[in-house]
Protein backbone atom coordinates (compact mmCIF):
# COMPACT_ATOMS: atom_id res chain seq x y z
CA UNK A 1 0.00 0.00 0.00
CA UNK A 2 1.75 3.15 -0.95
CA UNK A 3 1.69 6.25 1.50
CA UNK A 4 -1.01 8.39 -0.17
CA UNK A 5 -3.44 5.34 0.10
CA UNK A 6 -2.30 4.30 3.60
CA UNK A 7 -5.30 5.28 6.17
CA UNK A 8 -4.85 7.28 9.35
CA UNK A 9 -5.47 3.99 11.56
CA UNK A 10 -2.39 2.05 9.42
CA UNK A 11 -0.43 5.05 9.75
CA UNK A 12 -0.69 5.35 13.89
CA UNK A 13 -0.60 0.77 14.01
CA UNK A 14 2.62 1.49 12.08
CA UNK A 15 3.94 4.55 14.37
CA UNK A 16 3.22 2.43 17.67
CA UNK A 17 4.70 -0.67 16.05
CA UNK A 18 8.06 1.54 15.87
CA UNK A 19 7.17 3.18 19.32
CA UNK A 20 7.34 -0.19 21.12
CA UNK A 21 10.10 -1.64 19.31
CA UNK A 22 12.18 1.51 20.05
CA UNK A 23 11.07 1.42 24.17
CA UNK A 24 11.70 -2.44 24.62
CA UNK A 25 15.49 -2.01 22.39
CA UNK A 26 16.18 0.39 25.83
CA UNK A 27 18.72 3.05 26.19
CA UNK A 28 16.93 5.52 25.67
CA UNK A 29 16.23 8.93 27.64
CA UNK A 30 14.41 9.21 30.17
CA UNK A 31 12.74 11.97 28.83
CA UNK A 32 12.97 10.45 25.24
CA UNK A 33 11.30 7.18 26.68
CA UNK A 34 8.42 9.39 28.02
CA UNK A 35 7.51 11.04 25.30
CA UNK A 36 7.19 7.82 23.26
CA UNK A 37 5.05 6.20 25.52
CA UNK A 38 2.71 9.00 25.47
CA UNK A 39 3.02 9.09 21.90
CA UNK A 40 2.70 5.65 21.62
CA UNK A 41 -0.75 5.98 24.50
CA UNK A 42 -2.42 8.02 21.59
CA UNK A 43 -1.77 5.65 18.69
CA UNK A 44 -3.16 2.99 20.71
CA UNK A 45 -6.30 5.24 21.98
CA UNK A 46 -7.18 6.27 18.73
CA UNK A 47 -6.37 2.50 17.23
CA UNK A 48 -8.59 0.90 19.94
CA UNK A 49 -11.68 3.71 19.10
CA UNK A 50 -11.50 2.84 15.25
CA UNK A 51 -11.49 -1.17 16.34
CA UNK A 52 -14.39 -0.18 18.20
CA UNK A 53 -16.30 2.16 16.31
CA UNK A 54 -15.85 -1.10 13.33
CA UNK A 55 -16.52 -3.67 15.61
CA UNK A 56 -19.86 -1.67 16.23
CA UNK A 57 -20.84 -0.94 12.74
CA UNK A 58 -20.33 -4.71 11.72
CA UNK A 59 -22.92 -6.02 14.63
CA UNK A 60 -25.65 -3.51 13.16
CA UNK A 61 -25.41 -4.48 9.60
CA UNK A 62 -25.08 -8.81 11.16
CA UNK A 63 -28.16 -7.51 13.52
CA UNK A 64 -29.92 -5.81 10.37
CA UNK A 65 -29.75 -2.11 11.51
CA UNK A 66 -27.66 -0.61 8.80
CA UNK A 67 -26.98 -1.31 5.48
CA UNK A 68 -24.78 -3.19 3.83
CA UNK A 69 -21.69 -1.08 2.62
CA UNK A 70 -22.21 0.57 -0.92
CA UNK A 71 -26.17 -0.13 -0.79
CA UNK A 72 -27.92 2.71 -1.44
CA UNK A 73 -30.82 3.72 0.92
CA UNK A 74 -34.43 4.03 -0.63
CA UNK A 75 -37.95 4.32 0.47
CA UNK A 76 -38.51 1.12 0.19
CA UNK A 77 -35.33 0.05 2.56
CA UNK A 78 -36.61 2.74 5.21
CA UNK A 79 -39.88 1.38 5.58
CA UNK A 80 -38.61 -1.84 6.16
CA UNK A 81 -35.95 -1.21 8.86
CA UNK A 82 -38.95 1.06 10.62
CA UNK A 83 -41.27 -2.02 10.38
CA UNK A 84 -38.91 -4.37 11.71
CA UNK A 85 -38.32 -1.74 15.20
Not at 62 to 75: I, T
Request: with cysteine; aromatic share 4%; charged share 35%.
Amino acid sequence: MSAKTESLFEKKLKRLQEIVSALESGGLPLEKGMALYKEGAACSRYCRQQLEKARHDIELWQDGQALPLGEPENAETVTQREEDL
